[in-house]
């Protein structure tokens, strides 16, 4: 099944770097689970709004110079938002699929360990899973952040 960007979605993707741009116009074409754009380019003020409150835990966030994206999943029809997480490996895995296409570095909230996802061999499931597995062997909790996608530049 083939998705397609709202205007919406591309609204939101103004301002954000050309390379992660062409990343998620991509994966919308190759994903099996449709999204949405739900932040790109992102003001100091909105980031410390979320900082503040826990929904991100730096001010050196990669969306103020528009080098990040976040992505909500969208399921039945008529679409509705979903946060299941299984969700967004799909779409991590096309995400990885555009990063791959575009010849960029890239990076997955549920995979912070992994730098470029593209040097990835298995499944955006089996990164995730590593990442987890990773951060409670040392005692940490680990950060989950499926629907965001940043460049590793």
Not at 17 to 42: H, M, N, P, Q
Not at 141 to 151: I, Q, T, V
């Amino acid at each position: 099944m083939s998705f397609k960007l709202s205007k919406s979605s591309l609204s939101k993707l103004e301002g954000v770097d050309e390379r992660l741009v062409a990343i998620v116009k991509y994966a919308i074409g190759e994903t099996s689970v449709d999204f949405k754009v739900i932040e790109g380019l992102r003001s100091i003020e909105r980031q410390r709004e979320l900082v503040a409150k826990g929904a991100s835990q730096t001010m050196s966030s990669k969306h103020i110079p528009g080098e990040a994206v976040d992505l909500m999943a969208l399921v039945g029809r008529p679409a509705r938002a979903s946060w299941e997480l299984n969700l967004y490996d799909e779409i991590a895995d096309a995400m990885k699929k555009g990063a791959e296409a575009v010849d960029c570095p890239l990076r997955w909230g549920c995979a912070w360990h992994i730098t470029d996802i593209r040097a990835w061999s298995g499944t955006m499931e089996d990164a995730m899973n590593e990442y987890i597995d990773l951060r409670r062997s040392q005692s940490r909790r680990p950060f989950l952040d499926g629907p965001h996608f940043e460049l590793s530049v």
